[in-house]
T-cell receptor, first 116, second 112 residues
């Protein structure tokens, strides 16, 4: 595709429910990143997938958060037993990741999650 | 928190004026990048400066980097109403990871 796409655009859920957020990276990009942005705040790194390597999960805030990347392309971020503090915009980005340190990350439009 | 800080938090200027935003960070970096965000949605990459560079230009953008002070500035010259957005700096640390650490952002409002 022309850019990174994310779905759904908006998600409203009730506290305690599980949610799944999807990210389709740019075709050919081997690196994929998830970030979280709370209202009026900067981006908080969550998780990073690089090719077939083990993902960098150092930013996941709790064990309720997990992410998968199937077939080296699409990624799903799952939040179990959602809490109100999980409300935020969840942004996905991808990059070519040829190992160069100068690469640009291309961001999707985000999923706005509201936990009631 | 590893998050960098930016100042000012908000900046309001008139069209045609210059806008300067500053970013400070905490760790050694490989490069520093500036991103723009409209309406709380996706970010757009503006410019990247490597740790061994001190200044870089791209169109109306000028970025400086002072690694001794762990700080960077973004200057937008001859601002336009369409430049109204939030601007974030992001640093890539040394090592194998491509993880970016973002600053808290500056909200720029350019009045027509």
């Amino acid at each position: 595709g022309a850019g990174v796409s994310q779905s759904p655009s908006n998600k409203v859920t009730e506290k305690g429910k599980d949610v799944e957020l999807r990210c389709d990276p740019i075709s050919g990009h081997t690196a994929l990143y998830w970030y979280r942005q709370s209202l009026g705040q900067g981006l908080e790194f969550l998780i990073y997938f690089q090719g077939n390597s083990a993902p960098d999960k150092s930013g996941l805030p709790s064990d309720r958060f997990s992410a998968e990347r199937t077939g080296g392309s699409v990624s799903t971020l799952t939040i179990q037993r959602t809490q109100q503090e999980d409300s935020a915009v969840y942004l996905c980005a991808s990059s070519v990741d040829r190992g160069a340190a100068q690469e640009t990350q291309y961001f999707g439009p985000g999923t706005r999650l509201l936990v009631l | 928190s590893q998050q960098g800080e930016e100042d000012p938090q908000a900046l309001s200027i008139q069209e045609g004026e210059n806008a300067t935003m500053n970013c400070s960070y905490k760790t050694s970096i490989n490069n520093l990048q500036w991103y723009r965000q409209n309406s709380g949605r996706g970010l757009v990459h503006l410019i990247l400066i490597r740790s061994n560079e001190r200044e870089k230009h791209s169109g109306r953008l000028r970025v400086t980097l002072d690694t001794s002070k762990k700080s960077s500035s973004l200057l937008i010259t001859a601002s336009r109403a369409a430049d109204t957005a939030s601007y974030f700096c992001a640093t890539r640390g040394r090592g194998a990871t491509n993880k970016l650490i973002f600053g808290t952002g500056t909200l720029l409002a350019v009045q027509p």
